[in-house]
């Protein structure tokens, strides 16, 4: 038998398949997690239009998400100070704000 007229049938690498998955999976994880805090984000933006008196919710579609944060220990910096300039640019979107919790 001659070895150029045999076909050469490739066999797959277990660790090149391991890697993709990897590269795969570490893609996916990296979409959930800025999912997952872009979610945190608006349910703190949430909270503090409530606090804040917003008349309608829609009016956060106004708000500039780019200064809120999500901290290293979990915590949303910055929605306070982004509802207080929505407030005064935007008073009409607002109430009075509420004291309960």
């Known amino acids: ?20 998955r990897a590269d795969a999976l570490e893609i996916q994880l990296a979409a959930s997690i800025a999912d997952t805090e872009a979610r945190l984000i608006r349910a703190e933006m949430k909270a503090q239009a409530i606090l804040a008196g917003m008349v309608d919710l829609d009016g956060l579609k106004l708000v500039d998400y780019t200064t809120v944060k999500l901290s290293a220990a979990g915590e949303v ?25």
Do not use: I
């Not at 910096?77 to 919790?101: C, D």
């Open 1 to 20: 038998m001659n070895p150029a007229n045999e076909t050469t049938v490739a066999t797959p690498d277990p660790l090149a398949e391991l890697r993709a």
């Open 77 to 101: 910096e910055g929605a306070g100070s982004v509802m207080s300039r929505l407030r005064q640019a935007k008073p009409w979107l607002f109430g009075h704000a509420s004291s309960s919790s």
